[in-house]
Structure formats: structure tokens, C-alpha cells
């Protein structure tokens, strides 16, 4: 492991015989031809140097130092007003100087000092003074420089230009990130180790928790708000959307209450008003919440392109609404888990048996030419068969409808929506998340489904509609809004 450490070389960063050079290249190679005939300071360098082998004294360094050196052209060798040219600007010599001294300096801990070209994948000809083509250089530098075995990586702040030094942090950030560190280096006063790297992370994965949040991607918001370092509610609030999205509902209650417990004033009010709203889906068992809860979930991952997930949840959604209606309007129950099959069977087969019209409805009624089999109970085919019994005006036992003309509309056109979604069916039954190991890209269900995927969540909100569901405003989008403001505060 090694310490990395990387420098602009300003006009300031050289002093020879007590004196600054005032023209760089020109005085500066000079100086190098002569390099032992002279007496060179490093007032910015050096002390950043002893100050990081102070922390480091066990582990060998290596120092980047890059310079300018600029292409010669009629821009680069015009004067300016005081009748020096931006080419005679350049620190390519002192740069030199700087490596080389340093070298000699720091023998037995520096094992490498060098010095580098500022330059992009074409070269240097670039205005090292303008952020985009300082950005875009050291973009290339990072990449091509980068040390992976590297401990920790310093960046001296001063000296050099100021977009070359800007880019220099921000690009050495991004590829060293926690293991970056910065120190600034007033001439004649003590180095400072800032927190401007740390602050940096901390702006980036704010940037990223936000982008996430518009995706709706609530574990990769979580990532970066852990990052960000935001108050502990908002954490308990994400993770109470991450949980509740995974329909873990008992683990959603615990964030929410933590959420509420460290919110104040308007957040606390938010996280009991969520809080509450969970239990219409864990305590209540609402099958109306439970359907809106499975479309926004589906929403998501159609969002965050998990489209074999997506699919997974319309077909939940395809029985649940089933489930609605046969218990809606037959009043006939569909919950077979093990606790409660045996009780529900029966009762299921008495209603049935009850009313004869229903009943002899589905022993005529046949699947791929095969009868029905009604009597193991409401699966999915059986549903669909009760469904279309009342659609078209079934009768109770009593002689009357199951469902008023209005109603009957209603159903049939939850009924053609219903077949619509049918059609991934075979893409579903394909993937991983059911009986194969397809994948099921977007292009995929854009073939697959009439007006392509855009329309599959209307098609879901226009069945909650005619099921006379009224959808409120998803929780999640109400989630991501507000986090979103608190990462957008200042701190």
C-alpha cells in the first residue's frame, strides 16, 4: 500500500535564489539546464509533504505534480498586457524542478515523484483555465493514473489554476472517494487537512439519493441518504418505504414508528398519517388498499425496468381483483391458506349448492374442453367463470341479479381489461419468476401488449376505477416529495 499524492504546479509553486521566476517555461527550463548551480523552494509543497509523511511515516509515498504545456498557435503566444504569453505561462519546467527536488528531499519515503502532463485522450491542446476542458482532462488523468492499491490519496489545494484545481478534486473524489483526502497549504501558515472531501461525498450521494427517488428506486435512495448523512427519520422513513414496497408489512411498522418517534411538527404529522394508512393493508387486510397497494408496487418496477417483477405483480393483481368481485358480489370466500380451507370449502360448496342456476352454470362450464373443476374450490379459471356468471347477469338464489345493470357494464369492461393483461401471460410464464429463465425486456412487452407498455398501468388504473376504487395519491410519490425537500436543504 501506498500513499498517493497529486499537485497543480503554479507560477508560485517555485522559489530559486530567493526569487519567483516570472516567466515559467522560458526562466524554468533555463533553471533546469543550470538545476545545480541554484538554490529552489518549494513554499506550497513542502510543507504539505512534511506534513503528510508526519501522518504517514511508515507507509512509501508517490507525487504526481502536473503542469501546463500548452501547444504552440497564435492564441497560446500572444502577449497578454503585460507582455506575457499564456505558452510562456506554462510550469512544464517547474513542474520538473519540483518532482526532482522533491526526490532528492524526501529519499527513503517518496518512491516516485513525477511530473505529468495536463492533457486529454487527444492531447494537450486544451485551455487549461476553462472548467469543461479542465473537467474533461482530468477525467482522462484520474482514469488513466488511477492507483487502486493506494491507501489514501492527498490533493494539495493550492497552486495551480483554479479550474485545474477544481477538476483535480472533483475528478480525484470520484475515483478515490473516502480514501480522498485534502489539504490546503496557506504560505507560511499551517497546513490544514479540509473536509471538503467529505463534504463532496456527502453532495454526491445526496445527487444520487434524489435521482434515485425519481425512479422510485426507495433502496438505492436509502444508500445515498445514509451517505448524505440526513436526519435518522428520514432513514426510517425510507426504510418504511422499502419494506412496505416488499409487502413486508411488519417490518414497515417498525420504520414508520421510528420515523414518527424522531420527526417533529409537520414530519411527525406525515408519519402518523402513513402509519395509519399501513394498517389498512396489515391489520384491516382491505382488498381494495391491497389492489392499489400491488398496482403502485407494479408501477415501480415497471419504472426501475424490473420488468419480470412487474409482471409477477399484475398477475397478483389479475387474482386480486378476481377475489374482489367474487366476494364483492357473490359473497362467496376465496382466503383457502391452511388455517381457515377446510371451513371455507364448505361454506364455499353450500352457497353454491344453494342456487341452483349458479350451480348448474358451472358444472356446464369447461376450460381447454375439460370440466370445471369448482368443487376443489376458487382458482383462478373459476374465478373468471363466477365473474362472467355475474357479468352477464347471473341470479341469486332468490331470482334476482347478482349485479345491477350498471354494475354488469362495469364488469365488462374490468372483464376485456382483465384479458388484455392476460396476453403477458407467456412472457410471465416464461421468466424466471414463474416456470423458465427468459428474460423480459421492455421491448418484449411493447410487442406483447396492445399500445405497447405505457398503457399497462393506465389499463390498471381504469380497472380501480370501475370497481369504484378510488385511488388516493400513491404513498410512495407522497414519500419521495418529501424526502426529496430534506435532502434539499442546506446543512
Known amino acids: 500500500m501506498t500513499i498517493l499524492i497529486m499537485c497543480n504546479i503554479g507560477n508560485s509553486d517555485l522559489v530559486a535564489d530567493g526569487k519567483r521566476p516570472q516567466r515559467p517555461r522560458p526562466e524554468g527550463e533555463a533553471l533546469w539546464q543550470t538545476f545545480a548551480n541554484h538554490h529552489f523552494e518549494l513554499p506550497i509543497i513542502a510543507p504539505c509533504l512534511d506534513y503528510i509523511r508526519r501522518q504517514h511515516p511508515n507507509e512509501p509515498a508517490r507525487l504526481i505534480c502536473f503542469y501546463t504545456d500548452q501547444p504552440e498557435s497564435p492564441a497560446t503566444t500572444r502577449p497578454d498586457r503585460s507582455g506575457t504569453s499564456l505558452r510562456d505561462k506554462d510550469t512544464i519546467w517547474f513542474a520538473r524542478i519540483a518532482a526532482r527536488l522533491a526526490q532528492e528531499r524526501y529519499a527513503g519515503w517518496l518512491v516516485e515523484a513525477r511530473a505529468e502532463r495536463i492533457e486529454n485522450q487527444r492531447g494537450p491542446d486544451l485551455n487549461p483555465s476553462i472548467y469543461d476542458e479542465a473537467f474533461e482532462a482530468y477525467a482522462y488523468l484520474m482514469g488513466r493514473l488511477a492507483d487502486p492499491d493506494a491507501s489514501f490519496c492527498y490533493i494539495l489545494t493550492a497552486g495551480g489554476i483554479p479550474a485545474c484545481n ?22 507560511g501558515g499551517r497546513v490544514t487537512d479540509l473536509r471538503i472531501g467529505e463534504k463532496m461525498l456527502e453532495s454526491f450521494q445526496r445527487i444520487n439519493a434524489i435521482a434515485a427517488l425519481e425512479q422510485r428506486n426507495f433502496p438505492a435512495a436509502l444508500l445515498g441518504a445514509r451517505g448524505a448523512k440526513v436526519a435518522e427519520w428520514v432513514l426510517a422513513l425510507l426504510e418504511y418505504a422499502v419494506y412496505r414496497e416488499a409487502f413486508d408489512f411488519q417490518r414497515a411498522q417498525q420504520a414508520i414508528e421510528q420515523a414518527e418517534r424522531l420527526a417533529s411538527g409537520t414530519q411527525r404529522a406525515f408519519c402518523a398519517e ?12 382491505d382488498p381494495a388498499a391491497l389492489l392499489c397497494e400491488v398496482a403502485y408496487s407494479a408501477e415501480i418496477a415497471f419504472r426501475n425496468g424490473r420488468y419480470a417483477d412487474m409482471l409477477g405483480r399484475i398477475f397478483r393483481f389479475q387474482e386480486g381483483v378476481l377475489r374482489l368481485i367474487v366476494e364483492r358480489y357473490l359473497g362467496l370466500p376465496t382466503d383457502f391458506s391452511q388455517a381457515v380451507r377446510e371451513a371455507n370449502l364448505a361454506r364455499y360448496l353450500e352457497q353454491i349448492d ?19 373443476r369448482y368443487r376443489d374450490g376458487p382458482n383462478r379459471p373459476v374465478m373468471q367463470a363466477l365473474l ?3 357479468r352477464d ?15 354488469r357494464g362495469r364488469l365488462g369492461g374490468v372483464k376485456a381489461l382483465l384479458d388484455r393483461l392476460d396476453s403477458l401471460a407467456q412472457l410471465r410464464n416464461q421468466s424466471v419468476i414463474a416456470h423458465g429463465f427468459a428474460g423480459v425486456s421492455r421491448e418484449a412487452i411493447d410487442e406483447t401488449y396492445k399500445d405497447g407498455a ?21 404513498p410512495f410519490d407522497r414519500i419521495a416529495q418529501q424526502v426529496r425537500v430534506e435532502l434539499q436543504r442546506s446543512v
Do not use: W
Open 166 to 187: 477544481f477538476a483535480l478534486q472533483l475528478q480525484a473524489i470520484i475515483v478515490y472517494a473516502k480514501r480522498c483526502r485534502f489539504v490546503y497549504p496557506p504560505e
Open 274 to 285: 402513513l402509519r395509519d394508512d399501513l394498517s389498512r393493508l396489515s391489520e384491516r387486510n
Open 354 to 372: 344453494a342456487n341452483p342456476a349458479l350451480r348448474d352454470y358451472l358444472e356446464q362450464k369447461t376450460i381447454d374442453g375439460k370440466p370445471l
Open 388 to 390: 362472467e356468471y355475474v
Open 393 to 407: 347477469g347471473g341470479l341469486r338464489s332468490d331470482g334476482k341479479p347478482f349485479a345491477n345493470k350498471q354494475e
Open 454 to 474: 405505457d398503457q399497462i398501468m393506465a389499463d390498471l388504473r381504469e380497472v380501480l376505477h370501475l370497481l369504484g376504487i378510488v385511488e388516493a395519491p400513491s
